[in-house]
């Protein structure tokens, strides 16, 4: 059976680290990383997250080193304290999430790649179709249709009447739906 390491080395070790001896660090690392390893993945379960939190121990170890007051506690005994700290916040982690197979992805806000495209070519095909309508109909449907304003406002905007405003919009719209129609199943519409 090995012998304990004795506390006081590895308050030396910690003090050299400190006063910015790099080399102070493999040792103590040797020394108690396999030991911190095993209580982690014991506590775990899994390798690789006790792998994870041997390694956060030590980067904390290596953060306190110029704080660390020796004869205070053992670095072996604080090592253990911070590793089954972190193991038991990783555990309390685990609880509060689902596991994937339970779990249900949310549906994505954003459109597939197909609805961009089909709305890309949509939107060039409407613009295409606005470009060749008269310029007093385009106006009266871009404002309607696209800028939703209400007809006594466009008629205002327009300086003619509301039933002008309505000759305009309907004559607009049946030209539009007369340049759409050939596109209509290519563009995706029903």
């Known amino acids: ?9 590895d308050d030396a070790l910690l003090a050299a680290y400190a006063a910015g001896d790099g080399d102070a660090a493999a040792p103590l690392a040797s020394r108690h990383a ?3 390893l095993a209580v982690a993945t014991r506590m775990l379960g899994d390798r690789f997250e006790a792998e994870d939190v041997t390694q956060e121990a030590l980067l904390r170890l290596w953060k306190i080193a110029p704080d660390w007051q020796p ?8 090592l253990y304290r911070v590793a089954a700290n972190l193991c038991t916040d990783r555990l ?3 609880a509060r999430l689902s596991p994937l197979s339970d779990a249900v992805d949310p549906p994505d806000p954003t459109p597939s790649a197909l609805a961009r495209i089909e709305g890309q070519q949509r939107h060039a095909a409407l613009e295409a179709a ?3 309508l008269p310029e007093r109909q385009r106006l009266a449907v871009i404002l309607r249709h696209i800028e939703e304003l209400p007809n006594p406002q466009i008629a205002e905007a327009m300086e003619i009447s509301v039933e002008a405003v309505e000759s305009l919009t309907a004559r607009g719209r049946a030209a539009l739906a007369r340049a759409m129609a050939p596109r209509k ?6």
């Not at 004869?71 to 604080?78: D, E, K, L, Q």
């Open 92 to 94: 309390r982690q685990r």
């Open 1 to 9: 059976m090995m012998d304990a390491p004795d506390p006081r080395h």
């Open 130 to 132: 606005l470009m060749d």
């Open 71 to 78: 004869g205070r506690a053992r670095v072996s005994t604080w």
């Open 185 to 190: 199943e290519a563009l995706g519409y029903d």
């Open 34 to 36: 396999p030991r911190v």
